[in-house]
């Protein structure tokens, strides 16, 4: 067997590999997985790097081909994930996408975080371990889970030991806060203090720390308060530093000091063990369990239960938190935990850090035989620094008490707006006063808000905040700030989908980690994903909050059809991107349902008209349609296209995987028969006229969306577009089909509606319009309407005879600007209102033409 290759070998062998399996055959295909496999992968080298899709298809079929992969268990350990149990590979996708860099277990027998340390860079997450041991480590023997081993029992230390301490901090400020001064100040009586800020502080700021501190930084590097320990032990101070203590301890100044660490230092030194904490927590572990039990979890049965190889999450591992944690000699001299802290690396967000670095370095410890030890006595229900206990451990002698816990509130503990005196009680000179003032300054104050006002009922049950009211709600967007990089995505109030122009562009950012996307759903499930994506109930207090904070809020019918709060034009921005031509779809009612349908009065059509401030356009006479518009901003006329559009001409490759899916299962309800859609609005059709034609072309299926007209169930052979079981797998995907996946495949569009027929026209297929004269007449639609009567033959004239060119010729122009790339521009746009953009496109061309 020849040598293993090298990662840069790997990784450009399987960039040449993706495009040959596109191009191949299914049969193939699996030919070409079988032998890489068996040989590896071939040599050869890309021209050019591969689709992202197509990596994505090729990393799935090598996850299934491997025997690494067990989908049902996956599917039934991951329960936090929507699955739609649809017989295709979706348990690999998710895995191939997103779940390996969540740490979630392809299965038991594969350690993802252990396979990446010990045989590829931990510092880079492009390379998906299971792909790499298909094809690489297997043939060569690489192990996929770590190694329980056994250590001789450690021992208390002998005396005061001298101790290290690498002091993690953040200020959104840029100060040194009053509260890490007196933190540092007590610390400094157990350890030597080195400090490093993850940001810029102000002149001078530093020298508060300088009587207390060995060393003191400022430097951004974005690595949360793992690349600080990591910038600390590697760099700034240095293990030959390091070396010449007995203990290492890492702290952070996301806790505040309530009173002295002598009981701590005392107990822990009095401690045998080879590292230590505070606390320790474990998921499984909660209220119910701790109540049935009548007392903590013991400690060493969780550590022994731990040394089990066999894990499906690291999120079910033990968590020890890394704001207070000390490492002993033994620890100190093992290369991992070095090369470990040495090479933390930058992750998407905060979880993966915590997943990697917090349990990933008790998971290593652990297993590696090294004795755990905590200041509580064994393990309280899930997260106690986090629920109402984390005033009761203050009794026993704990010293810190989390910020995070007052604004965040997660567990939703209730009367938290009487910390203050709850923290007197156990320690009567604990300086709460400039506790509140850090927390004033550095908590969003729409967090601090909804946790201060969940309160104790009468029956002592939490009673969480209700929603706001129609006459507090103006207040509360006075004083909630709103953020240019929150992107509100409501669903179309017509269907209850996330669908159009507003789903277009949803999908031009789900992966992009600087925008964060609110996605506000109605009472229908919303198959979305991506980075930095929040899932919502529109109608709820979260949903409230949440709204309260876009910047950018994305509209179809318009700002208060799509968004029910009364969110004001001048802290939002509402953009329309549901009327790029100028037409308006027919003014229907809007319950989400898709079923029963009336009349939007004027005065909503005009409010809505009236709180647009940015409308997105085709061409001019959308133009001079959005000129129109109240109070629309001065540059708030955006002619870059119909975001909808794209949905439809784009190559069927660069959807998104859930486009792809529901296009694959519409065909193959279709089995090769043509489709002919029809979307009345609001104008009432036959049934029997509709059913007659259908039963009398066999190769045709007809598909309806129930509008008005049309009832709960369609009589057979029509079909339900509306249905959410048409499309679904055995298993029922709940999810009707979207608009723009049944125009991709349709040959004919029935429709009452002038604006869709524009849309649809880009397309080059023929049309029947039902839409009124009066309507016709005010789109200037060449296009002669079908009577009730005459829509037999007016159906069999699409069929066979082909779209009408003065139609097409018409929708074309209203759509001058939209050319399939219409979302990336108005996502350019948005963020042009924020960013400096062009600034850096320009700095970005002139550094390459130099």
């Known amino acids: 067997m020849t040598g293993m290759l090298d990662l840069a070998e790997f990784s450009s062998r399987w960039r040449a590999f993706v495009p040959r399996w596109v191009a191949a055959s299914d049969d193939e295909r699996i030919r070409l997985v079988e032998e890489a496999m068996a040989h590896g992968l071939p040599e050869g080298e890309a021209t050019e790097a591969p689709d992202r899709d197509a990596v994505l298809a090729a990393e799935v079929a090598v996850i299934r081909a491997s025997g690494e992969f067990d989908e049902f268990g996956y599917m039934w350990h991951n329960p936090d994930l929507r699955w739609h149990l649809c017989t295709g590979p979706e348990q690999a996708i998710h895995f191939a996408e997103r779940g390996w860099h ?22 880079d997450d492009e390379v998906n371990p299971v792909v790499h041991y298909a094809l690489e480590g297997r043939r060569h023997g690489l192990a996929t889970l ?126 045998a063990c080879d590292w230590w904490g505070l606390q320790a927590t ?81 998971r290593h410890l652990i297993l590696g035989g090294f004795h755990l030890a905590t200041f509580v006595d064994g393990i309280l229900p899930y997260h106690p620094v986090y629920r109402a206990s984390a005033f009761d451990l203050m009794a026993d002698g704990f010293p810190l008490l989390k910020r995070q816990f007052l604004y965040e509130n997660p567990f939703s503990a209730p009367d938290l707006r009487l910390w203050k005196q709850r923290v007197l009680e156990h320690v009567p000179d604990a300086d709460v006063d400039a506790m509140e003032s850090n927390l004033r300054r550095i908590a969003p104050a729409w967090s601090l808000h909804r946790s201060f006002a969940i309160r104790s009922g009468p029956d002592g049950t939490a009673v969480l905040p209700e929603p706001l009211g129609s006459e507090t709600f103006p207040d509360e967007d006075r004083w909630v700030p709103s953020f240019d990089h929150w992107w509100g995505f409501p669903v179309d109030p017509r269907t209850g989908l996330l669908s159009g122009a507003v789903r277009a562009v949803f999908d031009a950012v789900r992966d992009d980690p600087s925008v964060k996307k609110i996605v506000l759903e109605g009472s229908r499930p919303l198959d ?90 085709s061409g001019t006479p959308g133009a001079e349609a959005a000129a129109r518009l109240p109070k629309v901003d001065p540059e708030g006329v955006w002619e870059v296209g119909s975001p909808r559009i794209d949905l439809l001409v784009a190559d069927e490759a660069a959807l998104a995987p859930a486009h792809r899916g529901e296009l694959e299962r519409l065909r193959r309800v279709l089995a090769g028969r043509r489709l002919v859609v029809v979307e009345p609005w609001d104008r009432s059709l036959e049934l029997d006229v509709l059913v007659a034609w259908a039963s009398a072309h066999p190769d045709v299926a007809v598909g309806v969306r129930p509008m008005t007209g049309a009832g709960a169930s369609l009589p057979e052979p029509l079909l339900d577009l509306s ?42 297929r023929p049309a029947v319009s039902i839409v009124t004269e009066q309507q016709a007449r005010a789109a200037a639609l060449p296009l002669g309407s079908a009577a009730v009567g005459d829509l037999r033959a007016a159906l069999d004239a699409a069929v066979a005879d082909g779209p009408d060119e003065a139609y097409l010729a018409w929708g074309r122009a209203l759509h001058a600007a939209s050319d399939g790339h219409s979302a990336e521009r108005v996502v350019l746009a948005i963020k042009r209102t924020y960013l400096p953009v062009d600034e850096w496109a320009a700095e970005e061309e002139s550094a390459g033409a130099g």
Request: charged share 25%; hydrophobic share 40%.
């Open 102 to 123: 969540e740490m979630r277990h392809p299965s038991p027998g594969f350690d993802l975080w252990h396979y990446t340390n010990a045989h590829l860079d931990p510092e």
């Open 146 to 271: 770590p190694e329980v081993q056994v250590l001789p029992a450690p021992t208390a230390p002998e005396g005061s030991p001298r101790r290290v301490c690498l002091f993690a901090a953040f200020d959104v400020d840029g100060i040194v806060d009053p509260t890490v001064v007196s933190y540092l100040a007590d610390l400094s009586r157990f350890a030597d203090i080195y400090y490093l800020a993850d940001c810029e502080l102000e002149e001078g700021e530093l020298d508060k720390l300088a009587p207390y501190t060995k060393g003191a930084w400022a430097i951004r590097h974005g690595r949360y308060d793992f690349g600080s320990y990591s910038m600390l032990a590697t760099d700034l101070v240095g293990w030959d530093v390091i070396d010449q203590y007995d203990e290492m301890m890492l702290a952070n100044d996301s806790c505040w000091l309530v009173q002295p660490l002598d009981t701590v230092f005392a107990k822990m030194d009095a401690t």
């Open 282 to 362: 474990y998921e499984d572990f909660g209220i119910k369990d701790y109540e049935a039990l009548g007392r903590p979890l013991s400690l060493d049965d969780v550590e022994e239960q731990m040394r089990q190889q066999d894990l499906w999450r690291y999120s079910d591992f033990i968590h020890v938190g890394s704001y207070f944690l000390v490492y002993r000699r033994r620890v100190l001299d093992d290369p991992e935990f070095r090369r470990r802290l040495e090479t933390v690396a930058k992750q998407r967000d905060k979880t993966a850090i915590i997943l990697k670095y917090e349990i990933g370095f008790s």
């Open 528 to 617: 979305v994903s991506g980075q930095n994506v929040v899932r919502v109930a529109t109608e709820s207090p979260p949903g409230q909050m949440y709204g309260l904070r876009m910047g950018t809020i994305l509209t179809t019918v318009g700002p208060r059809s799509d968004v029910n709060h009364p969110l004001s034009p001048r802290h939002h921005r509402f953009l329309q991107l549901g009327r790029p031509t100028g037409l308006t779809s027919p003014d229907v009612g809007l319950d989400g349902s898709g079923d029963t349908w009336g009349l939007r009065d004027a005065s909503a059509v005009e409010l809505d008209d009236a709180l647009t401030r940015a409308v997105v356009v």
């Open 723 to 764: 249905d959410e079981t048409l499309v679904s797998d055995p298993a029922k995907t709940p999810l009707p089909v979207h608009p723009e996946t049944a125009w991709r495949v349709a040959d004919v569009l029935v429709s009452g509606s002038a604006a869709d027929l524009a849309d649809w026209a880009v397309l080059g």
